[in-house]
């Protein structure tokens, strides 16, 4: 089992529309959480952190759930500029390594 | 201020022969990572470096793939001899020492086609 497992997607969703990504975690050790976005052929950038009580950032929202070792991203009102694959990351305690997800690809479409 | 500053952006050999990657990391910058990125895939690390510390490279093919921090500023990655399966994308980025706030800033990358 991977470490950090995403649903890769494509996910095809109308400008205008509300899409969620879920990210699910094998270690119960981790200890930080983040979304990171990749467009085409570029390197990733960070986009969030992701706490422990939930956050948002603007039309994103990132939400944790400890227990059942789940992560989620949120994005409302989808906008052409916002297609491009979201990966989701994961670190342990006290530790600089961060592990990656495959990612989810998404497309906004007119 | 400059980023991460990566080189060759892009490179083609055959298989068996040898190749190099350089990185420069964001000044002040003292771990370094390098990952891996196969297509459809996230980045895997190879290595990350505390300064010139290997910290942990264990992710790291050590039968052909080297990598060395002399001065614990820039850094080269190494294939010899590189084989058809190590055709990825080859990201190097680098965070401040000991403040895990999760932002990697990563270069544009080295794509690598091996023939």
């Known amino acids: 089992r991977k470490e950090v497992e995403q649903d890769p997607g494509p996910f095809n969703v109308p400008e205008g529309a509300t899409v969620a990504f879920n990210c699910t975690y094998s270690n119960s050790a981790s200890q930080s959480f983040f979304w990171y976005r990749q467009d085409c052929r570029k390197e990733p950038k960070l986009l969030m952190s992701v706490y422990s009580s939930g956050n948002e950032d603007g039309r994103f929202t990132a939400q944790l759930n400890r227990a059942s070792q789940y992560i989620s991203l949120l994005i409302r009102d989808s906008k052409l500029s916002d297609s491009a694959t979201y990966l989701c990351v994961v670190s342990q305690r006290g530790g600089n390594k961060l592990t990656f997800g495959t990612g989810t690809q998404l497309k906004v479409e007119l | 201020e400059a980023g991460v500053v990566q080189s060759p952006r892009y490179k083609i050999i055959e298989k068996k022969q040898p190749v190099a990657f350089w990185c420069n990391p964001i000044s002040g910058h003292n771990t370094l990572y390098w990952y891996r990125q196969n297509l459809g895939q996230g980045p895997e690390l190879l290595i990350r470096?505390?300064?010139?510390?290997?910290?942990?490279d264990s992710q790291l093919p050590k039968d052909r793939f080297s990598a060395e921090r002399l001065k614990g500023v820039d850094s080269t990655l190494k294939i010899q001899p590189a084989e058809l399966g190590d055709s990825a994308v080859y990201l190097c980025a680098s965070s401040k020492d000991r403040v895990n706030t999760g932002e990697l800033f990563f270069g544009e990358g080295s794509r690598l086609t091996v023939l």
């Open positions: 470096y505390e300064n010139e510390e290997a910290v942990d």
